[in-house]
């Protein structure tokens, strides 16, 4: 058996909050657990009882309700803590009992940062427009915005009135951005004057004004300065206020409760293969799920300063929101993902005593690509945690994180989605790390691998699936019927039982891997491969800048790859990528074909969209490509004749 790469202090395990969670367990109700795995099987055999204790011990402000959980025939109209009421935002900002605040970074061109008392005074300030507005429960409030502090403080203000929240980025364009708006007839739309990528600044009022000529049940346009005191072109805006226009200095403090069920946030799916889905979350299941993963599984504190590269149209800015609710700050960085120069994101670290950094793994990849070399050449002392999510996180990647990054860190890499705003599997700080691996399933969530028949496998490759209900499963699909929908995506294989639609499997350590989504899996000769075993193996090499795989005709595997600069693919290239494929996995895993592409498509959250390619390959419509980050590189692969 393998070593683990790090190992968490004996200081370190006795100053979690995980370990103050299990000394609280054994004090209070008498539970005595010889480790994380028999904790968590006590959690999802005691489901009622895990939520009901952690909401104690997390100190959710709010009336609990004596029913801890509602359960229907149908699962997706089970509910917790059905007769609870809170306010996410109360819960979200404690009315001063911390210090943390919001810092904001366009790329290295300014700074700003506002204190936990500006922004309970902006919360309560929106929140009275929302009132004054006309903003009723259940109204559907939108952000057009990149990832500033005013987004966090209309999201908030937004949950304060009992309306729901909505955002894209503007790199999601004008047309996927009214593919997802329109379905939900927002009252109104907060946005910027302008946004900076690489270094150049662009303005909005042109692209906003279309998107609100194209939806008409927008009232109102708010616009934020993006610059202080550099407002650029406000009043072109059609129907504006100005967001600073709107901030008072004695607002009305009110914390205003709804029930623990009350819909929070609509996401949206990806869309790359049809109309994105409009999946709401009810704010208590959002609210005790984060705090949950923050406190017990990341060790987030208060005083902790966290940043995630992120944008408004992925739930991990969601994610990044709640951390205040633990007592922690928030980073936000806004502009090119390696914008002024690639080591910048070090330099933040180090100037804000970042504690958390969170990122995608396909980032951490490139570092390694371009040989960063961070223990050498930066501090990163106050640097606990560094968190993967967005897809599988190698193996070689663990190694550089600990050889060339830091060598005491957590490394915690994560796996959930859009879909229940949170994670399914996850970390521990008081466990090992091992390469490759997930360290565990998450506390009160009865993760399981199922082969095509539903049975539970080990060490086998399958379905990742939920055994039982959990508080941030969707209340329902915008618009969705008896929950048809709803039912018919994540309900419907198994019986009831949560099929998340990723290919995993459970490993000797009782740590989970991830292999890739189930409906690209591959599928050569009658044999399931994900398409992630086939990446690591290729895209080690320093002049692949990516690959993707898909199944075509026969099932046959095609292999597309990026390469570096002027570099051209050859034979002799084709086979090292052959060779090193067969020696490290099977030959089943061999491409029948490897292919130079000009690009491969990429979700807005930066997630290949091996679906794209595999739809239009096989002569099937691709029904959305605005949806993707590069639209224009599907032209590629329509147009290949094989």
Not at 97 to 122: G, H, P, V
């Amino acid at each position: 058996m393998r070593n683990p790469i790090w190992q968490p202090s004996k200081e370190r395990v006795s100053n979690s909050i995980i370990s103050d969670f299990i000394k609280f367990l054994s004090d209070n109700y008498g539970y005595d657990f010889d480790g994380y795995h028999s904790l968590w099987k006590w959690s999802v055999d005691n489901t009622n009882e895990f939520w009901s204790i952690f909401w104690d011990f997390s100190q959710i402000i709010g009336h609990k309700g004596s029913k801890i959980f509602q359960k229907e025939e149908d699962p997706t109209r089970s509910r917790f803590f059905p007769n609870s009421e809170i306010s996410f935002a109360e819960n979200i900002l404690k009315d001063k009992e911390f210090s943390n605040k919001i810092i904001f970074w366009a790329e290295d061109k300014f700074r700003r940062e506002i204190n936990l008392d500006q922004i309970i005074n902006q919360v309560h300030s929106i929140s009275d427009f929302f009132i004054e507005s006309g903003i009723k429960p259940g109204d559907r409030v939108v952000g057009y915005l990149s990832n500033i502090p005013e987004g966090i403080i209309a999201a908030l203000a937004a949950s304060n009135v009992g309306a729901i929240w909505s955002s894209c980025s503007p790199d999601f364009g004008v047309d996927s951005s009214v593919d997802r708006f329109m379905q939900i007839s927002p009252k109104i739309l907060f946005t910027s004057d302008q946004v900076i990528q690489n270094g150049e600044f662009e303005e909005l009022n042109t692209k906003v004004n279309e998107i609100v000529s194209r939806i008409s049940s927008i009232q109102n346009v708010v616009v934020c300065n993006y610059i202080p005191d550099n407002p650029k072109n406000l009043d072109s805006f059609n129907n504006s206020v100005k967001f600073n226009d709107l901030l008072k200095e004695n607002p009305t403090h009110n914390w205003s409760r709804f029930n623990f069920n009350h819909p929070l946030y609509i996401l949206f799916s990806s869309g790359t293969t049809g109309p994105p889905k409009s999946i709401m979350h009810g704010s208590g299941g959002t609210l005790i799920q984060h705090f949950k993963e923050h406190k017990l599984h990341c060790d987030i504190k208060p005083g902790d300063n966290i940043i995630y590269n992120t944008s408004s149209g992925w739930m991990m800015w969601n994610w990044l929101l709640s951390c205040l609710g633990s007592g922690a700050s928030i980073v936000l960085f806004d502009g090119g993902i390696f914008s002024p120069k690639p080591k910048f994101i070090f330099d933040l670290i180090d100037q804000e005593d970042i504690t958390f950094w969170g990122t995608s793994a396909k980032y951490i990849e490139a570092l390694e690509k371009l040989k960063l070399n961070p223990i050498n050449t930066h501090n990163l002392k106050n640097l606990k945690t560094i968190s993967s999510t967005g897809s599988p996180l190698s193996e070689e990647s663990f190694k550089y994180i600990y050889e060339k990054v830091k060598s005491d860190v957590h490394l915690t890499s994560i796996s959930g989605g859009t879909d229940i705003v949170g994670c399914f599997v996850q970390g521990n700080p008081n466990m090992p790390v091992w390469p490759g691996e997930i360290q565990v399933k998450g506390l009160g969530m009865d993760v399981d691998v199922f082969n095509q028949g539903g049975d539970s496998v080990k060490e086998t490759q399958g379905e990742l699936v939920c055994k039982n209900n959990f508080p941030s499963q969707p209340v329902g699909f915008w618009n969705d019927n008896n929950n048809r929908n709803y039912y018919e995506n994540y309900y419907a294989k198994y019986n009831n039982i949560w099929h998340h639609g990723d290919f995993a499997s459970v490993t000797k350590n009782l740590g989970i891997k991830i292999f890739g989504r189930s409906d690209t899996t591959l599928n050569p000769r009658g044999i399931r491969i994900g398409t992630s075993e086939i990446y690591r193996q290729v895209n080690q090499f320093d002049e692949v800048v990516d690959s993707l795989a898909v199944s075509y005709g026969d099932e046959r595997i095609i292999l597309f790859v990026k390469l570096s600069g002027k570099q051209k693919l050859n034979a002799d290239l084709v086979k090292k990528y052959k060779n090193n494929i067969k020696q490290n996995t099977t030959s089943n895993h061999v491409p029948k074909l490897i292919i130079q592409a000009p690009d491969l498509p990429r979700t807005k959250s930066g997630k290949l969209s091996e679906m794209s390619v595999k739809r239009v390959m096989n002569n099937q419509e691709l029904n959305n490509s605005q949806s993707l980050e590069n639209p224009e590189s599907i032209e590629f692969f329509k147009n290949l004749n094989l």
